[in-house]
């Protein structure tokens, strides 16, 4: 199990937009379409890694506590289906089903958009404002597979609460831990 850090994408960076296959309805959705007043959290997935499947039960719990509080959560697979069948999107339709993703799970083919966020892992978090400028890039909370850290969401909690109560967001944020993307090879 590669250990592969976030890239740490500049804080103010403004989020690339984005037109992507939802594998739960089925159609094409914008970042424009899919952003929120209060914020906005891009997250890098995919269906196989042990570290997803580790905070999968989190991620689940955040976004339907904060969607009420009008931030979205949008999560993007970009791994290499050929190489990694596992993360295909017939199979992503299954696994936001099973883990009762209440947010779209978007398939980025070309891998451009993974590009495009310099997204390094899986998971990998983005947490963006109103104006959807980067406020938050990093870990979830301290918990991985088989470390005994509990699940909390801290890191990202915080960083959310502080956006919807105009608080500061402390800029030391650690790196999100995951898989590697998996990249096709040309």
Known sequence: MARTPSNMLPLGTKAPDFSLLDTVSGSFCSL????????????????HCPFVVHVNPEISRLAKEYQDKGIAFI?????????????????????????????????????????????????????????LKLVYRGQLDDSRPGNGVPLTGTDLRNAMDALLENR???????????????WIQH
């Open 75 to 131: 999560a993007i697979s970009s791994n290499d289906v050929q190489n990694y069948p596992q993360d295909s999107p017939e199979l992503m339709t299954q696994v936001a089903r099973q883990e009762g993703y209440t947010f779209p799970y978007l398939y980025d083919e070309t891998q451009e958009i993974a590009r495009a966020y310099d997204a390094a892992c899986t998971p990998d978090f983005y947490l963006f404002d109103a104006d």
């Open 168 to 182: 500061e967001i402390d800029p030391d944020q650690k790196p999100s831990i995951g898989c590697n993307i998996k």
């Open 32 to 47: 424009k379409e899919l952003q929120r007043t209060q914020g906005t959290v891009v997250m890098f997935i995919c269906n």
